[in-house]
């Protein structure tokens, strides 16, 4: 019913800047939630920021760096990265969950590595 494939990720050095997009399909809601989520290896997944029609959310430790956006139109999420650090570093994960069903639903994650 809900399809989401994340795009953008790649490495770069601490300090730089990453663009993501999660390209939405299917049944999408402008109202749902939606949000990103990341995981490290042999670490839990966690989350790292969240979006409403009326508000967002961030990590602590991502806040004043990060930037999640949509576009209902397009049926986009982003997460605008900058001053990255090497704990940024994991598999970045979109994530939408149904405000009529309670689905919820993950993409297939995109990497992003900091380093030098």
């Known amino acids: 019913q809900v399809q989401l494939v994340e795009s953008g990720g790649g490495l770069v050095q601490p300090g730089g800047s990453l663009r993501l997009s999660c390209a939405a399909s299917?049944?999408?809601?402008?109202?749902?939630?939606m949000g990103w989520y990341r995981q490290a290896p042999g670490q839990q997944r966690e989350l790292v920021a969240s979006?409403?029609?009326?508000?967002?959310n961030y990590k602590d430790s991502v806040k004043g760096r990060f930037t999640i956006s949509r576009d209902n139109a397009k049926k986009t999420l982003y997460l605008q990265m900058n001053s990255l650090k090497p704990e940024d570093t994991a598999v970045y994960y979109c994530?939408?969950?149904?405000?009529?069903?309670?689905?919820?639903?993950w993409g297939q994650g995109t990497q992003v590595t900091v380093s030098s």
């Open positions: 299917g049944s999408i809601s402008s109202i749902a939630a």
């Open positions: 994530n939408y969950r149904s405000p009529l069903s309670a689905n919820i639903y």
């Open positions: 979006i409403t029609r009326g508000s967002t």
